[in-house]
Structures are given as structure tokens and as C-alpha cells.
């Protein structure tokens, strides 16, 4: 159990406040709350429940931009990595094939809805 516990003192601090903007191309900004990451995971998700990584950034990284779907509807995230493993996510935003974006919810609760 010991081991458990000094590996949640170590993981990095979830990130927060994600925002989009869209203008041709969608723009994803938020808060580095930590101080020991080693990367950043951006994910994107069609459905609000299954996740993929879109892209790994370097630590410290605050934003990133991307393409918005040709149809239908992106949920982004972000989560910080260390060797101790991942934050929790981000809170969640979207944004559909018109560009409009959205905010989601909160990471608990996109990750309750399956």
C-alpha cells in the first residue's frame, strides 16, 4: 500500500479551465496546474466517453490547435503524464463541423456516462 500512495503524491495536477475557439482552425487553451509533468496528452473522443490521444506535447505546453470534424462532433480533454502515471483529465469542451463550440462537462462526470 505504501508504494499506492507515493505514487498518487507524484502524479501531476489535472489540468483546468480548457477552452476552445474556432477560427478555421479550433484552438485549445488551459491551465498548467503542475509542476512535474513530463508530457501533456490532448484526446479527443466522438462520443464523450471513448478516448484517444490526438497529441503528446512537451510539459509546460498550454494550448494546441487542430482541424474541427468534418461531420458530427469532437469532445476534447487534456491530462498531464509523469513516470508516476497520468492526472486526472481536464474538464471537456466541444466542437462541431460548423465550428461551434461548446462547453462539456466536468471529467467526472463525461467519464460516469457509460
Excluded at 14 to 35: F, G, H, I, M
Excluded at 57 to 71: F, G, M, V
Amino acid at each position: 500500500m505504501a508504494r499506492k500512495a507515493s505514487k498518487l503524491q507524484h502524479t501531476p495536477a489535472a489540468p483546468s479551465n480548457l477552452t476552445a475557439t474556432y477560427n478555421k482552425k479550433v484552438v485549445l487553451a488551459w491551465k498548467d496546474n503542475s509542476n512535474n509533468e513530463s508530457s501533456l496528452q490532448v484526446q479527443r473522443s466522438t462520443n464523450g466517453v471513448d478516448w484517444s490521444t490526438l497529441a503528446t506535447l512537451a510539459a509546460n505546453t498550454t494550448n494546441y490547435s487542430t482541424s474541427k470534424p468534418a461531420r458530427g462532433v469532437y469532445y476534447f480533454r487534456v491530462a498531464a503524464e509523469n513516470s508516476y502515471g497520468a492526472s486526472a483529465p481536464s474538464n471537456r469542451v466541444s466542437v462541431d463541423s460548423k465550428g461551434v463550440v461548446g462547453a462539456g462537462e466536468g471529467a467526472q462526470a463525461a467519464d460516469q456516462t457509460h
